[in-house]
């Protein structure tokens, strides 16, 4: 009865004989419990309470009593009021604000430049699992099959540049007159305009705007494993991660070995469980996983030696991302090396700079990882992040590399360069 009413509003019909699948059945059970033993002034101060959050949306004089007594205490806003704003816009009209972010700061030739990168890689992924020596034919078949399959999405969703598809997205809240509607207002269209839009993608065959799990104009990327896909945002395409007018040797040592690190994330102990069609499905042999495994735990022993800042790693919290780390650089440095002998001649020296570009490729790779992190925050970092940070994320894979120790002609069991490395692809 609750979802039929609820459908109703974005005019879905609910009928008897459809499927209604809850993600989190026991919510609504518990929901029902807590509202019936919970006093009717509890809960008219609970709805109080959650309408105190829109006061961020009112003049100064609210905005200050809200600052005071947040009805949310995570929430407590001190920015200014541009940033302010600009949270605002973002919140309520993302898709507008990644168009807008995309036509000012990307450009159509950045995407292809990254999809040619990314076939690159692929092209040398691929090839590497042909000289693998230790996986069976069979799973090298399956993991082939599963890179092949493999999407990959750069930049943003294609139909956030239809602009059609745009304005009927947002044609509930810009109705005519829209002009004259307060700040307060319009914020409550916009807010009712995007639960409509949710309840119509329910009954939805296509889905728009097409969503990517992560703000288009974020500096991210990541690896969905359910989706067996990547996502390389525009965000994320500059400097340092990603030089326009870079040569390639920067390019492919910075957003290269962040393909590559993404595109791993499929095979790591995790995304490693998911097959071709991103379900959960064992692809492996069982001797196959066995060595898998046994690789994997040298990353785990390795990073167990690093500290950061006085902080010891955890090298099993940190695994996956280690190990990601190292096969991702390799990955991309051998695809620039294909690169180079696809171009038939190495790039041209860069001025004022005493580098070959194989070693520009580390260089740029090293400089993503400059960091600083404010006094008294590492404890927390270390408690919830996954990935190991800054000067780590440099030395443990460079000191796995090969390419890498032969580029700087490091001498064998310095310490960028011990005698015993971990690899995995
Ligand atoms: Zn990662």
């Known amino acids: 009865m609750v979802f039929k009413t609820i459908a109703a509003r974005g005019n879905i019909v609910i009928e008897s004989t459809d499927t209604v699948k809850l993600d989190r059945d026991w919510y609504f059970n518990q929901l029902s419990d807590l509202l019936r033993s919970t006093s009717k002034r509890a809960l008219a101060n609970y709805m109080m309470a959650r309408l105190l959050t829109f006061t961020e949306l009112l003049d100064f004089r609210f905005m200050e009593l809200n600052n005071k007594y947040p009805a949310d205490q995570s929430k407590k806003t001190t920015s200014t009021r541009w940033l302010q704003c600009l949270k605002t816009t973002q919140e309520k009209l993302p898709e507008a604000v990644y168009r807008m972010y995309v036509d000012k700061h990307f450009r ?17 992924f691929h090839e590497i699992l042909d000289k693998n020596t230790w996986l069976s034919n069979e799973t090298k078949a399956r993991a082939k099959t599963k890179l092949s399959a493999m999407g990959f999405n750069v930049g943003y969703p294609e139909s956030l540049l239809d602009d059609n598809k745009l ?33 119509k993608l329910l009954a939805a065959e296509t889905e728009y705007p097409e969503k990517w799990p992560v703000s288009t104009s974020v500096a991210h990327a990541y690896h969905i494993p359910t989706r067996n896909s990547i996502f390389i945002l525009a965000g994320i395409l500059q400097p340092p991660f990603y030089y326009r007018m870079g040569s390639s040797s920067m390019n492919y040592g910075s957003i290269g070995s962040g393909i590559g690190h993404e595109i791993s994330h499929g095979f790591d102990t995790a995304g490693s469980q998911y097959d071709e069609n991103g379900e959960l499905n064992d692809w492996w042999t069982w001797s196959d996983k066995y060595i898998f495994k046994y690789l994997a735990t040298c990353y785990a022993h ?26 991702g650089l390799d990955q991309s440095f051998l695809a620039y090396r294909r690169w180079v002998t696809k171009r038939g001649a190495e790039e041209e ?43 780590v994320r440099v030395q443990g894979p460079l000191c796995n590399s090969n390419y890498f120790a032969r580029t700087f002609d490091c001498k064998i069991n310095s310490t960028m360069n011990p005698e015993n490395k971990c690899f995995m692809w």
């Open 349 to 391: 020296k860069l001025p004022d700079l005493n580098l070959t570009h194989n070693q520009i490729f580390f260089v740029s790779f090293a400089q993503l990882w400059c960091s600083k992190v404010k006094d008294g925050f590492h404890p927390f970092i270390l408690q919830y992040e996954t990935h190991a940070m800054g000067n």
């Open 108 to 124: 159509k030739e950045d995407k292809d430049s990254v999809m040619a990168m990314i076939h690159n890689i692929t092209e040398t």
């Open 302 to 327: 390795q990073y167990s030696f690093y500290n950061w800042e006085g902080h010891q790693v955890d090298g099993y919290k940190t695994l996956n991302e280690n190990l990601v780390d190292h096969t």
């Open 167 to 199: 304005n009927a997205y947002y044609s509930n809240v810009f109705k005519p007159g829209f002009e004259t509607l307060g700040f307060f207002e319009l914020s409550l269209t916009m807010v009712k305009s995007s639960a409509l839009e949710n309840l």
